[in-house]
Nanobody, 121 residues
Framework: QVQLVESGGGLVQPGGSLRLSCAAS????????MGWYRQAPGKQRELVAT???????NYADSVKGRFTISRDNAKKSVYLQMNSLKPEDTAVYYC???????????????WGQGTQVTVSS
């Protein structure tokens, strides 16, 4: 089994910072692209940022210049540094990873359970 476990969410004032972490565990052969998505109440889940195994990154326009995604391949982990947070960043943030399990040939998407980020004064 493969699991993704997120941590680091919470309540922060506008302009503040948070760092989200996500660690993958289980029967993992390799991990391809990892990323963060978010879902605000009444809205669809949307992409926040992704990072390939080689370190290439992609960001939603709404977070460019404020958020930074990174990963530690040895720790099977991905991180999201969020600065200059705005109330509209409030959402449940989900970790996603394309994982090749040890008993399979191709990767498939796995999701974490989500962590709440609330930006409010």
């Amino acid at each position: 089994q493969v699991q993704l476990v997120e941590s680091g969410g919470g309540l922060v004032q506008p302009g503040g910072s948070l760092r989200l972490s996500c660690a993958a565990s289980g029967n993992i052969f390799s991990i391809n692209t990892m990323g963060w998505y978010r879902q605000a109440p009444g809205k669809q889940r949307e992409l926040v940022a992704t990072i390939t195994s080689g370190g290439s990154t992609n960001y939603a326009d709404s977070v460019k210049g404020r958020f930074t995604i990174s990963r530690d391949n040895a720790k099977k982990s991905v991180y999201l540094q969020m600065n200059s947070l705005k109330p509209e960043d409030t959402a449940v943030y989900y970790c996603n990873a394309g994982v090749v399990p040890t008993d399979q040939l191709f990767d498939r998407p796995y999701w974490g359970q989500g962590t709440q980020v609330t930006v409010s004064s």
